[in-house]
């Protein structure tokens, strides 16, 4: 049996991973995949990726790097990205992997006008889409965590923008039949999510925000977690 890809491009925080664990951790809880049906690849410390006909599918995490910098292994791990999209392979990108994905399909990317987008928000599903593998099942609206300061500002040429949030217009694309991504994180849960609000206090008081409302207003996401089983058993990564 192929197993499925965690691409890694970054970590967590030091004082986030000594309580939480890492991102790798997170996905596969949330996916419900088992531990021996994983194979991670750390790009950003230069590990080099498997073919994609190696591999049942691909989830691509987030990142503290920014997709602009265009860092060479970023770019490179673009050039995979197109290369798994020729042969239809699974892919599910989030936050820096939902950027990158754009990035490499020939969308635009760049900061969120009006600064960092952080906390839990409310996420509005686009109309039309009844059908939708994935996303035909959500209800009109859901909440779901988020943290980034860059976006997808002009999603690829063909893809469907099927969620949004009242910041970010973008926040969950299809791109083919195997291929979605979205902006908020469905592997965190309320813990993780407060975390990171207590690490950026400093910064969101420097930019203006009320750090204080952000971090009471955090709360459950069990529809946007649930995305990442749906799509691991939709795609035969997992047996139930």
Same mark, same amino acid.
């Given at each position: 049996?192929?197993?499925?890809?965690i691409i890694?491009?970054?970590?967590?925080?030091d004082?986030?991973r000594?309580?939480?664990?890492?991102?790798?951790?997170?996905?596969?809880?949330?996916?419900?995949?088992?531990?021996? *049906?994983?194979?991670?690849?750390?790009?950003?410390?230069?590990? &080099?990726?498997?073919?994609?006909?190696?591999?049942?599918?691909?989830?691509?995490?987030?990142?503290?790097? $920014?997709?602009?910098?265009?860092?060479?292994?970023?770019?490179?791990?673009? @050039?995979?990205?197109?290369?798994? $999209?020729?042969v239809?392979l699974?892919?599910?990108?989030?936050?820096? @992997?939902?950027?990158? $994905?754009?990035?490499?399909?020939?969308? *635009?990317?760049?900061?969120?006008?009006?600064?960092?987008?952080?906390?839990t928000?409310?996420?509005?599903?686009?109309?039309?889409?009844?059908?939708?593998?994935?996303?035909g @099942?959500?209800?009109?609206?859901?909440?779901?965590?988020?943290?980034?300061?860059?976006?997808?500002l002009?999603?690829?040429?063909g893809?469907?923008?099927?969620?949004?949030?009242a910041?970010?217009?973008?926040?969950?694309?299809?791109?083919?039949?195997?291929?979605?991504?979205?902006?908020?994180?469905?592997?965190f849960?309320?813990?993780?999510?407060r975390a990171?609000?207590?690490r950026?206090?400093?910064?969101?008081?420097?930019?203006?925000?009320?750090a204080?409302?952000?971090?009471?207003a955090?709360?459950?996401?069990?529809?946007?977690?649930?995305?990442?089983?749906?799509? &691991?058993?939709?795609h035969?990564?997992?047996?139930?």
């Amino acid at each position: 049996m192929k197993p499925v890809l965690i691409i890694r491009t970054g970590r967590a925080p030091d004082s986030i991973r000594a309580r939480h664990g890492d991102f790798p951790h997170w996905f596969r809880v949330a996916a419900g995949l088992r531990p021996e *049906r994983l194979r991670i690849v750390d790009v950003a410390a230069g590990e &080099a990726l498997p073919a994609a006909g190696e591999v049942a599918g691909a989830i691509v995490t987030g990142s503290a790097a $920014m997709v602009t910098e265009k860092l060479a292994w970023s770019e490179a791990t673009a @050039g995979w990205i197109r290369d798994a $999209m020729d042969v239809n392979l699974p892919l599910f990108g989030v936050c820096y @992997g939902h950027q990158l $994905m754009t990035h490499a399909l020939g969308g *635009r990317v760049d900061y969120l006008p009006g600064g960092r987008e952080i906390g839990t928000q409310s996420i509005e599903t686009a109309p039309g889409h009844p059908h939708d593998l994935l996303a035909g @099942g959500l209800p009109a609206r859901f909440r779901a965590h988020t943290t980034h300061e860059q976006s997808v500002l002009e999603p690829p040429a063909g893809a469907q923008v099927l969620a949004s949030s009242a910041r970010d217009p973008n926040q969950l694309l299809r791109y083919g039949p195997n291929a979605i991504s979205v902006q908020f994180h469905p592997e965190f849960n309320a813990e993780v999510m407060r975390a990171y609000i207590r690490r950026k206090r400093d910064d969101l008081h420097r930019e203006g925000a009320d750090a204080a409302r952000i971090f009471s207003a955090v709360g459950a996401t069990p529809i946007a977690r649930r995305l990442l089983r749906r799509f &691991a058993r939709r795609h035969g990564w997992t047996s139930a």
